[in-house]
């Protein structure tokens, strides 16, 4: 089969379509002729040599996937040889096909294109683990998600608003704030002209919010803290600013907050397939009422690794960034 190789630690053009061995399958496991992936912020790091494969995963890079079965490992009985599913990876989304354990492969949302399918694993599984699972956001509360734009913003923006939540969230650009009020954002932030501790603090009476979803780490730690409401929860996603600051801890005691962090891809299996289930349960009918709907800003050919990948690392784009064996 046909897969993107990172043929060395570096930029974009590492990236490169090689003829390698097909997966083999293991008990429990469904292999997947795939139809399109989608790119993560965690891919860019994988290529550059900072995050690298969990022991036992493909050495390709690729979290999500959507395709077709076709076999299925000793033990697997819901999924047969032609069903069409999306699935979260530990990797090895960028093959022509990946062996993926059962229990973290998912139906196609009713409504969604099989390629279109391909966005939604990683972005849903982290967001609902994440806000939802750990955070316990609820109908009648605030949450802030920084990024909104961002694959992980636009589902989390849908996702909140669906389920009766006030969303803010902050980006860089007007186009961008613009996306994020059509599919639901009441409050949109420009980072890089207003303070958005300030906004927050206007918008709700001087409170707060009261979930805070943040990928930027270092720069925005203790300005997400004093952008919480009391009984506030903050949720570390990444640290694209860096993973060290300075931070004044009186406010964490004052206010109640509970801060936590977590990624998905070092969870186990049991851990990854508790989380799918809970997606299928609650994500995938606001999916198949068309409450939540994909936002995929551009398809590429696996050819066209390097390009997809400056295109991420650009941030010019909006929503997810697929890519086409």
Same mark, same amino acid.
């Given at each position: 089969?046909?897969?993107?190789?990172?043929?060395?630690?570096?930029?974009?053009?590492?990236?490169?379509?090689?003829?390698?061995?097909?997966?083999?399958? $293991?008990?429990?496991?469904?292999?997947?002729?795939?139809?399109?992936?989608?790119?993560?912020?965690a891919?860019?790091?994988?290529?550059q040599?900072?995050?690298?494969?969990?022991?036992?995963?493909?050495?390709?890079?690729?979290l999500?996937?959507?395709?077709?079965?076709? =076999?299925?490992?000793?033990?697997?009985?819901?999924?047969?040889?032609?069903?069409?599913?999306?699935?979260?990876?530990?990797?090895?989304?960028?093959?022509?096909?990946?062996?993926?354990? $059962?229990?973290?492969?998912?139906p196609?949302?009713?409504?969604?294109?099989?390629?279109?399918?391909?966005?939604?694993?990683?972005?849903?599984?982290?967001?609902?683990?994440?806000?939802?699972?750990?955070?316990?956001?609820?109908?009648?509360?605030?949450?802030?998600?920084?990024?909104?734009?961002?694959?992980?913003?636009?589902?989390?923006?849908?996702?909140?608003?669906?389920?009766?939540v006030?969303?803010?969230?902050?980006?860089?650009?007007?186009?961008?704030?613009?996306?994020?009020?059509?599919?639901g954002?009441?409050?949109?932030?420009?980072?890089?002209?207003?303070?958005?501790?300030?906004?927050?603090?206007?918008?709700?009476?001087?409170?707060?919010?009261?979930?805070?979803?943040?990928?930027?780490? =270092? *720069?925005?730690?203790?300005?997400?803290?004093?952008s919480?409401?009391?009984?506030?929860?903050?949720?570390?996603?990444?640290?694209?600013?860096?993973?060290?600051?300075?931070?004044?801890?009186? *406010?964490?005691?004052?206010?109640r907050?509970?801060?936590?962090?977590?990624?998905?891809?070092?969870?186990?299996?049991?851990?990854? #397939?508790?989380?799918?289930?809970e997606?299928?349960?609650?994500?995938?009918? =606001?999916?198949? #009422?068309?409450?939540?709907?994909?936002v995929?800003?551009k *398809?590429?050919?696996?050819?066209? #690794?390097?390009? =997809?990948?400056?295109?991420?690392?650009?941030?010019?784009?909006?929503?997810?960034?697929?890519?086409?064996?």
């Open positions: 089969m046909k897969a993107v190789v990172i043929t060395s630690p570096g930029g974009p053009e590492v990236l490169q379509v090689q003829e390698v061995e097909n997966p083999r399958i $293991a008990d429990g496991e469904v292999l997947i002729k795939v139809a399109a992936t989608a790119l993560n912020r891919d860019t790091l994988q290529r040599g900072k995050y690298p494969p969990p022991a036992g995963a493909s050495p390709y890079p690729g999500e996937c959507s395709g077709t079965v076709e =076999a299925v490992g000793k033990g697997v009985s819901r999924w047969k040889i032609g069903d069409q599913v999306c699935a979260l990876l530990s990797g090895g989304g960028y093959a022509e096909k990946v062996a993926v354990p $059962a229990g973290q492969v998912l196609i949302p009713e409504g969604i294109s099989l390629v279109d399918a391909a966005s939604f694993p990683e972005v849903a599984c982290t967001v609902w683990s994440t806000v939802y699972m750990m955070c316990n956001l609820a109908a009648g509360e605030t949450f802030l998600v920084h990024g909104g734009s961002s694959g992980i913003g636009t589902f989390a923006i849908q996702l909140a608003k669906h389920r009766g006030r969303v803010f969230v902050t980006a860089g650009g007007e186009e961008k704030l613009a996306v994020c009020k059509d599919i954002a009441d409050v949109c932030i420009n980072y890089k002209t207003e303070d958005f501790v300030a906004r927050v603090k206007d918008e709700t009476g001087g409170k707060g919010v009261d979930v805070i979803l943040d990928s930027i780490g =270092a *720069s925005y730690f203790q300005r997400n803290l004093e919480l409401n009391m009984d506030g929860r903050l949720f570390l996603l990444g640290f694209q600013t860096g993973a060290v600051t300075q931070v004044n801890l009186a *406010s964490i005691f004052a206010k907050i509970k801060v936590q962090g977590a990624g998905l891809r070092t969870r186990t299996p049991e851990n990854k #397939a508790t989380i799918v289930s997606v299928e349960k609650n994500v995938w009918p =606001a999916i198949a #009422a068309g409450k939540v709907k994909p995929i800003f *398809s590429f050919p696996f050819s066209d #690794a390097a390009e =997809a990948h400056r295109l991420m690392e650009s941030s010019h784009h909006i929503g997810k960034i697929l890519l086409i064996p």
